[in-house]
């Protein structure tokens, strides 16, 4: 497992850039940081995937002081850690019932978010979860 550095970026007008020092060329985006720090996760996975079919070598993860301390970082609106394991769990296909009017609005929403159906459902759950579990901790 390692943990990687993500920085986001804002700018007026704009959604949450996030791009990885460690990957160029590794970005993706959210309408708020919560979304962003859900596709980021998502990015880096994917990323590291295809470098690791293609035989690259995976970077050993930059120290935060070093990319502070890089210009091009400087105005970052946000950093985030992003930690990726060896593996990630299995996928299962499921069979679900939902009203033909919701199911034409999850799938606007996750086109709009340039996502699949099943992906938007499963940040989708991950938020609530996540959510949930931070209140009953309060």
């Known amino acids: 497992m390692a943990n990687y550095i993500a920085v986001v970026h804002k700018e007026l007008k704009s959604d949450f850039g996030v791009s990885f020092p460690d990957f160029p060329g590794c970005i993706t985006a959210g309408s ?11 990015a880096l996975y994917l990323h590291i995937k295809g470098m690791l079919e ?5 970077p ?8 502070m301390a890089d210009p091009d970082y400087s105005e970052a609106a946000a950093i985030l850690v992003v930690t990726v394991s060896g593996t990630k769990p299995r996928s299962i296909r499921v069979n679900i019932t939902v009203p033909e009017d919701m199911l034409h609005k999850i799938d606007a929403v996750a086109k709009q978010r340039g996502m699949s159906r099943s992906s938007f459902l499963v940040h989708a759950a991950q938020n609530a979860i996540t959510s949930r579990q931070k209140s009953q901790s309060m």
Do not use: R
């Open 60 to 67: 050993t993860p930059s120290k935060l002081e070093d990319i």
């Open 54 to 58: 293609d035989g690259e070598t995976i």
């Open 32 to 42: 708020s940081i919560d979304e962003a720090k859900d596709m980021a996760y998502d």
